[in-house]
Structures are given as structure tokens and as C-alpha cells.
């Protein structure tokens, strides 16, 4: 019996309608050959995020060529050629968008400690911040609901902001002491 092919999970369709892509965008930049070298690297060190969902995989692949071409204009500077090549000129167009892996865990801290102050607000004053903030109604409408003046949400809210704000200040100031030798 003859052995069957693995089944296809639309990978290898995704790697053929992305590689024209990928080495136009890079021709752009670079000779034809160092395009199509560039891109075919990044498709060899695409596979091992195959499961990932195509949109991904779209934008992991400029970001694995972008890698490609640092990793090879560091090997040139490293083998003193003499060549020099500067690895911040002119490739700052192969940008990932998407935030560092250190941006998102910063990202992921500043939440958690943004949600840890609210939760220390007073009760009426975290529930007109989040009825304002969250569910976007507007000052009168959260004074009618609560049966409370427009004035009294105003002072909920600067309150409310207040505290956030000196709260974040007295943590990244404990960040920032932490972070010193």
C-alpha cells in the first residue's frame, strides 16, 4: 500500500501565495537574489509556527524576514570583510507593528495594576468611574441612574482619576528604584 501524502492544513498554499508577496515587497529594498534568499529563509523559519492562524502568519513573516536581514548584515560586519553595513539605515520600513514580546508583558502589568486601583476606589466612586468609563454613559445619565447630582459624578470621577494617576506614579516609581544598581 502505498504511503499517503500528509494532509494538507492549507500551510504550504499559504507559504505559495505569500512568497511572490514577500519577495516584491523585499525587491523593493534589495537586489532580486537577496530578496528571494531573504524570503526563502523566512518561509523555512515560518514552519515551526504553522498552527498559528494565517493573519498571524502574514505578519510573523515580515517580521522573520526583517530578523533575516539583521542576522545576515550582522554576519557581514562580524567576518571583517571590510564591508561596513549599518543595520539601522534604511531598514526601519520593515517595522514590525505589532508590539515587542516586552511591550506586551508591560502592557499586561500596567493592566493588572490598573485594575488592582480601581478595585481599591471606594465603592460609589469605582462604580460611577466604570459606569462612565466602561460602559460610556455620560454624567447625567449616571447621575438618573444612581439618583445622585451631576456635581456629586464629577467629584466621583476626579476622585476616581486622582487616584488611578497617584497610584501609577507610586508604582512606576517603585519600578524605576528597583530598576537602578
Given at each position: 500500500?502505498?504511503?499517503?501524502a ?13 512568497r511572490?508577496?514577500?519577495v ?18 523566512a518561509?523555512?523559519?515560518?514552519m ?5 492562524p ?26 571583517g570583510?571590510?564591508?561596513q ?7 526601519d ?10 511591550q506586551r508583558?508591560?502592557?499586561?502589568q ?11 476606589l471606594p ?5 460611577v ?33 486622582k487616584?488611578l494617576?497617584?497610584?501609577m ?11 537602578r544598581?
Open positions: 500500500m502505498p504511503a499517503q500528509p494532509q494538507d492544513d492549507g500551510f504550504e498554499a499559504f507559504l505559495r501565495d505569500q511572490p508577496l514577500l516584491g515587497y523585499l525587491c523593493r529594498r534589495l537586489p532580486e537574489e537577496d530578496a528571494k534568499d531573504i524570503a526563502q529563509e518561509m523555512i523559519r515560518l515551526r509556527y504553522r498552527d498559528l494565517q493573519e498571524q502568519l502574514r505578519r510573523l513573516v515580515y517580521r522573520i524576514a526583517a530578523n533575516v536581514l539583521l542576522d545576515r548584515g550582522r554576519r557581514i560586519s562580524s567576518s570583510s571590510g564591508a553595513v549599518s543595520l539601522d539605515d534604511g531598514y520600513w520593515l517595522q514590525s507593528p505589532e508590539p515587542s514580546h516586552e508583558i508591560d502592557q499586561q500596567q493592566l493588572v495594576h490598573v485594575r488592582q486601583l480601581i478595585l481599591q465603592e460609589r466612586c469605582r462604580e468611574y466604570l459606569l462612565n468609563r466602561i460602559e460610556g454613559m455620560s454624567y447625567t445619565q449616571i447621575a438618573e441612574r444612581l439618583g445622585i447630582s451631576v456635581k456629586a459624578v464629577e467629584k466621583h470621577v476626579s476622585r476616581a482619576l487616584g494617576r497617584q497610584g506614579e507610586m508604582i512606576e516609581g517603585s519600578a524605576s528604584r528597583e530598576s544598581p
